[in-house]
T-cell receptor, first 114, second 111 residues
Framework: DTGVSQNPRHKITKRGQNVTFRCDPI?????LYWYRQTLGQGPEFLTY????????KSRLLSDRFSAERPKGSFSTLEIQRTEQGDSAMYLC????????????FGDGTRLSIL | GQNIDQPTEMTATEGAIVQINCTYQ??????LFWYQQHAGEAPTFLSY????GLEEKGRFSSFLSRSKGYSYLLLKELQMKDSASYLC????????????FGAGTRLAVHP
C-alpha cells in the first residue's frame, strides 16, 4: 500500500492559463474523490468517481473544471482559464467500495495563481 | 443545506485530556468521520461512528448522538505531536460517503 499519490505538489501559474493535476489512488480502491481546501477551512467536495464513472459533481465545479478517470485507475483534474479564486489546495482521496470505508487522502496539489 | 459547527481553536497542556465538540445539521445522515490534519499535510482518518455511543481507539475516542446531531472527539494523554486541526465530517445517507467537512478545530498542545 503506497498510499494516494498526487502530482505536482505545487503549481504556480498566471491567471488565464490551464492547469492539470493527477491523482493515483490506492490500487484496489474503486472510489475516488476530489476536494478543494482553502486556508483555515475544511476540504470542500468537488466530484466523485466510482471506477471510471463520474457520479457526482458539486455546484462548486464550474464549466472551467473537468475531471476524468479514464480507466478507473488514476484521475486528472483540469482547470481552464484559471482565476485568482482558484488558488487552493486540491486534494484527492480514495476508498474501498464497501460500506462506510474511510477515505484516504493524498498530500494534495497546492495551486497558486499569480 | 448542510451546517457543521466546531470551535475554531483550542489549547491544552501536554498529558491532559481535551474534548472537541461538533454539532451538525445535514439533509440526511449516515455516519460521522473524524480526521486529523497537520499543517501542510493530508487529512488522516481517526475514527468513524454510525451508531450512538462511544468508540474507543487507543488515546482517541469518539462519541455520537444521532438524535442531538452531536459528536465529540476525546484525546487523552496529549502529546506535542497532537497539535493539529481536527475535522468533523458527517456523511449523507443514500450515497457513497461524500464527506461534508466542518472548518476544523486547531488544537495547540503546550508543554
Amino acid at each position: 500500500d503506497t498510499g494516494v499519490s498526487q502530482n505536482p505538489r505545487h503549481k504556480i501559474t498566471k491567471r488565464g492559463q490551464n492547469v492539470t493535476f493527477r491523482c493515483d489512488p490506492i490500487s484496489e480502491h474503486n472510489r475516488l474523490y476530489w476536494y478543494r481546501q482553502t486556508l483555515g477551512q475544511g476540504p470542500e467536495f468537488l466530484t466523485y468517481f466510482q471506477n471510471e464513472a463520474q457520479l457526482e459533481k458539486s455546484r462548486l465545479l464550474s464549466d472551467r473544471f473537468s475531471a476524468e478517470r479514464p480507466k478507473g485507475s488514476f484521475s486528472t483534474l483540469e482547470i481552464q482559464r484559471t482565476e485568482q479564486g482558484d488558488s487552493a489546495m486540491y486534494l484527492c482521496a480514495s476508498s474501498l467500495n464497501q460500506g462506510n470505508q474511510p477515505q484516504h487522502f493524498g498530500d494534495g496539489t497546492r495551486l497558486s495563481i499569480l | 443545506g448542510q451546517n457543521i459547527d466546531q470551535p475554531t481553536e483550542m489549547t491544552a497542556t501536554e498529558g491532559a485530556i481535551v474534548q472537541i465538540n461538533c454539532t451538525y445539521q445535514t439533509s440526511g445522515f449516515n455516519g460521522l468521520f473524524w480526521y486529523q490534519q497537520h499543517a501542510g499535510e493530508a487529512p488522516t482518518f481517526l475514527s468513524y461512528n454510525v451508531l450512538d455511543g462511544l468508540e474507543e481507539k487507543g488515546r482517541f475516542s469518539s462519541f455520537l448522538s444521532r438524535s442531538k446531531g452531536y459528536s465529540y472527539l476525546l484525546l487523552k494523554e496529549l502529546q506535542m505531536k497532537d497539535s493539529a486541526s481536527y475535522l468533523c465530517a458527517p456523511t449523507l445517507s443514500g450515497g457513497y460517503n461524500k464527506l461534508i467537512f466542518g472548518a476544523g478545530t486547531r488544537l495547540a498542545v503546550h508543554p
